[in-house]
Nanobody, 124 residues
Framework: QVQLVESGGGLVQAGGSLRLSCASSGRTFSSYAMGWFRQAPGKERECVAAINWSGGGTYYTTSVKGRFTISRDNTKNTVYLQMNSLKPDDTAVYFC?????????????????WGQGTQVTVSS
């Protein structure tokens, strides 16, 4: 059982950067793979990045490769998404989620715990 709270969203100009944080109140944070998802109005929820339990395995959707970096600090029970070179198409609500497995996954139904979401808006 993990409770997740995202922070760090906001309004930025194209080309700017944001760092999203996802803090967990759970005591077994390091047991779970984690993911960042985003959903824009009228669009399906998309897995942006994911990370396995140790941080040694990561996934990025093609559109963010080279711009976004997912990381985790298990001593702080926190997962991060560093977003650089932001584009207007990155505008969405970003959700942090914890998987039911320790292994790297992007499958929506494997992520059982979700944060409330944080809005990222990139202006042109």
């Amino acid at each position: 059982q993990v409770q997740l709270v995202e922070s760090g969203g906001g309004l930025v100009q194209a080309g700017g950067s944001l760092r999203l944080s996802c803090a967990s109140s759970g005591r077994t944070f390091s047991s779970y793979a984690m993911g960042w998802f985003r959903q824009a109005p009228g669009k399906e929820r998309e897995c942006v990045a994911a990370i396995n339990w140790s941080g040694g395995g990561t996934y990025y959707t093609t559109s963010v490769k080279g711009r976004f970096t997912i990381s985790r600090d298990n001593t702080k029970n926190t997962v991060y998404l560093q977003m650089n070179s932001l584009k207007p198409d990155d505008t969405a609500v970003y959700f942090c989620a914890a998987a039911r497995t320790s292994y790297l996954t992007t499958a929506l139904d494997v992520f059982g715990t979700w944060g409330q979401g944080t809005q990222v808006t990139v202006s042109s």
